[in-house]
C-alpha cells in the first residue's frame, strides 16, 4: 500500500509537469521553447510510467511500465542537452546534427529493452521486491547496459557543464534566470546518480519521478518570474553580451552591478576595479552617477577618446534606482574630426594657416587686448617671373620654402598665415612695435640669404614687408595699413622694410 506522502510526491511531480508544458506550449513561438516541451514531455512519460509501476501489483504490469519507462529514460537526458544549447546558444549550427546522433544512439537502448530476443544484452535479470509499503522491481544490468546508461550521465553532466559555463559567462541580469534552471537540472541529476550508485537500493520509496516536482516547480518559477525563453530577455542578453558600444549598470548607491565585454575592453578593467577608475580617475563620471540625472560627456583614456551616455534606471513610481552608462570609442572620430579641421584651417601648400582662420584668430585677439597689435605683411618679390621663368613647379616650390623659414624664425607669440598667392601675413598682439619690426628686417635679411633649390634650378628670393601697429582697431584697418606699407617697400625699389614713425591712434 502506498503511503501518502509517496502518492503525493508522485502526482505531484505529474502535475508540475503537466503545468510546465501548458506553460511552455503558450510561449512556444520563443527561442527554445520546443526543445523544452520535448524534453518536459520526456520527463513526464518518465513519472507517469514510473508511478504506473508503482502502483502496479502484477510482476507483468511492473515490468511492462518498467520498459515504456526507458523511453523518458534514455531520450530525457538527449532533450535536455538540446535545450541546454537552445538555450545557451552553442553550436546553433549544428544542433540539428546532434539530435540525430543522440536521438540514434539513444535509441539503442530502448531498442535492448523493448526486444524480447535482445533483452538479455542489457538486463541480466529482473526481480520483484517487496517491502512494508510497496513492492518495486530491482533491474541487474549487463556491461552493455552500464555503458548504455553512463551516456545518460555524460548526456546530463555535459548538459550542466553548458548551463554552467553560461551562468559564468552571462550579465549578472540573466544570471538569476540561468540559476533557476542550473537547480531544477541538479537535483534529477544528484537523484538518479545516488540511486545508479548504490544499484537502485536507495531511495526506493521516492522514484525520481517525484523529484521532478521540484525540478517542475524551478521551471515554472522560472518561466513566470524571470520570463525564461520570452524573447526579451534573451535578447537584451545578446545585445548587453555582443554589442559593441560598452555598457555599465550601477545601482541607486553608486556601486557598479553589472559590465558588458565590450566596456571591460573599452575601460581596460573589470568589475573589480571600475569602481575605482569611475571616481577616482573620471570624478565627471562618478558626480554623474551619484546624481542619477541624464547626462553625457567626452574623456580620455590612455591613448583612446571615449563618450559616455548616462541614463537614469527608474521605478514605476519614476524613482531613480540605478543608472546606465552607454560608452562608445571615438577616438577615431575625433582624430578625423581633427584632420578635417586642419584641412580646413591650413593650407595645403606651405602648411601655415589660411587667410580665412589667420583672420578669425586675429579678430578674436583684437577683442581680447587692449593694447597694441601688430601685422607684418609679406610679399615675394618678382613671383610672376619665377613662375614664367621655371615654371609654376618651381613657384610652389618657393612658396613652401617661404612657409618653412616663417614657421622656423618666427616664434609662437605670432600668428602666421598664407594670405594668398606669393603673400603671407604675421599678426602677434604680445610683442612691442619694435620688436616686430625687428622681426620683419631679421625675415628680410634671411630670406634674401637663402637659395631655393629645385630641379636642377638654383633661385635667389628676397621679400617686401609692410608694418603696421595700432591700438584696439578692426583687422581690416591694420590690413589696409599694411598693404600701403607693403607698396611703399615695392615702390622703393622691394627687399626691404617699411612702416609708419608713428602707429595708427
Not at 538479455?120 to 546508461?149: A, M, N, P
Not at 537500493?201 to 520570463?227: C, E, H, T
Not at 534606482?321 to 552607454?326: F, P, R, V
Amino acid at each position: 500500500m502506498l503511503s501518502f506522502p509517496v502518492l503525493f510526491f508522485n502526482l505531484l511531480s505529474i502535475g508540475m509537469l503537466v503545468g510546465v508544458l501548458v506553460a511552455v506550449w503558450r510561449v512556444r513561438s520563443k527561442r527554445a521553447a520546443n526543445e523544452l516541451f520535448v524534453a518536459v514531455l520526456f520527463m513526464l512519460i518518465w513519472s507517469l510510467t514510473s508511478f504506473a509501476e508503482m502502483i502496479s501489483y502484477t510482476f507483468f504490469f511492473k515490468v511492462l511500465w518498467r520498459n515504456i519507462c526507458q523511453i523518458g529514460v534514455f531520450y530525457t537526458p538527449v532533450a535536455t542537452l538540446l535545450f541546454c544549447l537552445a538555450y545557451t546558444g552553442y553550436w546553433r549550427e549544428k544542433q540539428t546534427h546532434i539530435a540525430r546522433i543522440l536521438y540514434s544512439y539513444q535509441g539503442v537502448g530502448i531498442l535492448l529493452v523493448g526486444t524480447d530476443f535482445l533483452h538479455h544484452w542489457i538486463r541480466h535479470s529482473v526481480s520483484l521486491v517487496t517491502s512494508s509499503q510497496y513492492s518495486t522491481l530491482v533491474v541487474e544490468t549487463t556491461v552493455l547496459g552500464k555503458f548504455l546508461i553512463s551516456g545518460n550521465f555524460f548526456l546530463m553532466v555535459f548538459s550542466l557543464s553548458l548551463v554552467i559555463i553560461f551562468v559564468v559567462t552571462t550579465s549578472t541580469s540573466m544570471r538569476k534566470q540561468a540559476y533557476i534552471l542550473l537547480l531544477g537540472m541538479v537535483i534529477p541529476f544528484l537523484y538518479a546518480m545516488a540511486k545508479v550508485v548504490s544499484n537502485e537500493q536507495f531511495l526506493q520509496i521516492l522514484p525520481i519521478s517525484g523529484v521532478f516536482a521540484l525540478s517542475g516547480l524551478f521551471l515554472l518559477y522560472g518561466i513566470y518570474r524571470f520570463d525564461l525563453l520570452k524573447l526579451a530577455p534573451l535578447a537584451r542578453e545578446q545585445a548587453f553580451r555582443f554589442l559593441g558600444e560598452g555598457i555599465v549598470i550601477c545601482d541607486g548607491e553608486g556601486h557598479v552591478v553589472d559590465m558588458n565585454p565590450a566596456a571591460k575592453e573599452l575601460l581596460k578593467a573589470d568589475m573589480h576595479l571600475i569602481e575605482k577608475q569611475i571616481y577616482l580617475e573620471i570624478p565627471r563620471w562618478g558626480k554623474a552617477v551619484r546624481r542619477g540625472e541624464r547626462n553625457s560627456f567626452e574623456f580620455v583614456l590612455g591613448e583612446r577618446s571615449l563618450s559616455a551616455e548616462l541614463y537614469p534606471i527608474t521605478s514605476k513610481a519614476t524613482e531613480a534606482i540605478g543608472t546606465i552608462t552607454l560608452i562608445q570609442d571615438i577616438t577615431l572620430l575625433k582624430q578625423r574630426a581633427e584632420e578635417m579641421q586642419h584641412r580646413a584651417e591650413i593650407d595645403g601648400l606651405t602648411g601655415l594657416y589660411n587667410r580665412q582662420t589667420f583672420i578669425e584668430k586675429v579678430e578674436k585677439q583684437l577683442l581680447l587686448t587692449s593694447g597694441p597689435s601688430h601685422l607684418i605683411y609679406v610679399d615675394i618679390d618678382h613671383f610672376k617671373q619665377i613662375n614664367d621663368q621655371w615654371g609654376h613647379r618651381s613657384g610652389d616650390a618657393v612658396l613652401q620654402s617661404i612657409g618653412s623659414i616663417l614657421k622656423q624664425e618666427v616664434d609662437e607669440a605670432c600668428i602666421v598665415c598664407r594670405f594668398g598667392g606669393e603673400e603671407f601675413a604675421i599678426f602677434s598682439s604680445q610683442k612691442s612695435r619694435d620688436e616686430m619690426i625687428a622681426c620683419a628686417e631679421h625675415l628680410r635679411k634671411h630670406i634674401e640669404q637663402q637659395v631655393c633649390n629645385h630641379e636642377q634650378h638654383s633661385i635667389r628670393l628676397t621679400v617686401s614687408l609692410g608694418v603696421s601697429s595700432a591700438i584696439t582697431i578692426s583687422f581690416d584697418e591694420l590690413y589696409r595699413e599694411a598693404d600701403s606699407c607693403l607698396y611703399e617697400a615695392k615702390k622703393a625699389g622691394r627687399n626691404c622694410v617699411r612702416y609708419r614713425s608713428n602707429p595708427l591712434d
